[in-house]
Structure formats: C-alpha cells, structure tokens
C-alpha cells in the first residue's frame, strides 16, 4: 500500500511541472515581437558577430612556416645542396631573391651560404646572378660529338654528364649509331668515351675472327711470361720472384707486437705525468 500511495504522488507531481511548463510556452508565444525595419538594428540588441567572407586557416601556413625555418636552421651543406639542385634542374640564373622564394634559402642572410655559394666549382656567380656551372659547357648532341673528337685518348663520361640535362641520352645515341665508343667500367666513374674515327674502321675476314677465338691463352703467369719472352717482348710482372717472395712472407713466425696490453704496465698515482716511467730507480729518491 505505502509503495502504491509513492507512486501515485509521483504521478502528481509529474503533471503539476507538465502543466507549468505548458503555462511558460503559452504566455511567451502570447507576447508580440517588435517590428524591425530593415537595416536598423535596435539599441538594446546584442551585437552580432561579423562572418569573414573567407574562413583563415592557419594550418598550411603554419606547415609553410615551420618548413622555412626548418631550412634556414639546418647545416650549410644542406641549403648549398638545395640552391645547387634548384640550378642543376632549371639551368636558369637566380637572384637571391628568387633563390629564397623557390628554396627559402636566405643567402644574404646567411655569410656562410652564401661565401660557400660563391666559391663552389659548380656555380658561376656574376656579382647579381647565381647559374650552374658545368665543367665543360655544351648545347646539343652536335657538340658534344665535337668535343669527345677532340680527346683523342677518350674523354671521361663523369666530365660532361653535368653539361646539359639529356646528354646521357645524347651519348647514348651517339653510341647506338657508331659515332662514338662508350666503355663502361665496374664504377661507373670510370666509364670513358671515345670518337669512332672512321679512318680507323677495317674489315677482318671471318677465317682470321674464327682463328683468334679458337686460340688458347696460357691460364698461368708463368706461361704468359714465358710466351711473351719467346715474342720478344718484356712482361711487365715477375711471378716468379713475387711468389718465392710470398712463400717467405708466409713462413716466417708471427710474433707478437711489442708493448702488448699485458707487458704494459699500469701508471700508479706516483708515476702519472711522469715520462721515463720504465725507470723507476731514478725517481725512488
């Protein structure tokens, strides 16, 4: 019974804030909301806030920002590396000014930049302008052929692969049609080219190709040695001195270095600072 009679005031109470509620919303849509003409604001009205008409986002400025500084702040090989890249690249001449505006390297703000900028090999600095500045300066496959020409013991690929941007592929041509010979080496940095003069082009008869790849060359030094001795030439190596040379080497007892860790001895408090420590007699005193 006492479970029923809380329940049911409950219930009371529930419709008593219902009706209370119902009151507030009848006497507030009751009252009238004043006239505004349009384009005057009333006294007595918040102000409200003025929209932008476009959103700023600070996020990508923020980005921006923190990579200039993270350029500006980082060694001066990195920002040589990045003006040296930018030149490499366009192969056009840049003030400062626009050097900073492609890489955000300040070369006027930083003496190091730009004294290093100013003295490298691979810039050409005219006082205003900065430019790339190859070893060897060429416009074209028509060049570069004049120019390999002219080196008649060959001329290094790693010279001129900086000339121009395609001169690789140009080279590459010139070899795919005979004009020039391009060797390459187990470094690549050693890869040389070499003009194909025609006056030097010869036809060998396939009896003579067929004999010279059937014959066998001797797989020892020795032999060779012996070979080139019967025609009369000088071989240039000594095998036979460098291995008896070799087999001493190899019998003679490895001994220990002198002053190993175990016959050193350790500096005590009173020997430290002292150079002629192997005599301590002279020091007893």
């Known amino acids: 019974m006492a479970l029923n009679e809380r329940l049911n005031k409950f219930k009371q109470q529930q419709e008593t804030c219902q009706n ?28 409200a806030p003025v929209k932008p008409l476009h959103p ?37 001449s840049f003030t400062a000014k626009q050097v900073n505006e492609a890489t955000y390297v300040d070369i006027h703000g930083n003496k190091a930049v730009f004294d290093s900028l100013r003295n490298n090999p691979k810039v050409l600095f005219d006082g205003t302008r900065f430019s790339y500045k190859p070893k060897h300066v060429l416009i074209g496959r028509d060049e570069l052929l004049g120019l390999i020409k002219k080196h008649e013991f060959g ?22 049609s005979g004009d020039v010979w391009w060797l390459s080496s187990a470094n690549s940095q050693g890869d040389m080219a070499y003009f194909n003069d025609p006056l030097y082009k010869i036809t060998v008869d396939n009896d003579l190709k067929e004999l010279f790849q059937k014959t066998e060359l001797p797989r020892d030094m020795l032999d060779i040695e012996k070979e080139l001795k019967k025609s ?16 001493i080497l190899d019998a003679a007892p490895k001994t220990k270095p002198k002053g190993s860790k175990k016959q050193q001895r350790r500096l005590t408090g009173k020997s430290k600072g002292i150079t002629n420590i192997h005599m301590p007699e002279l020091f007893d005193a």
Do not use: W
Request: proline share 7%; no cysteine.
């Open 56 to 92: 700023i986002k600070f996020s990508n400025d923020t980005e921006r920002l923190q990579h200039i500084n993270s350029v500006r702040k980082s060694a001066v090989g990195v920002q040589i590396k990045l003006v040296i890249g930018l030149l490499y690249k366009t192969r056009q």
């Open 232 to 247: 009369v030439e000088k071989p240039m190596t000594n095998t036979t001195k460098r291995r008896a040379l070799a087999q």
């Open 20 to 47: 209370t509620l119902s009151s507030i919303f009848a006497s507030q849509a009751s009252i009238s909301t004043p006239k505004l003409v349009p384009g005057i604001q009333p006294v007595n009205a918040p102000l």
């Open 155 to 176: 001329l290094p690929v790693e010279d001129i692969k900086d000339a121009y941007p395609s001169v690789l592929e140009d080279l590459q041509a010139l070899k795919a």
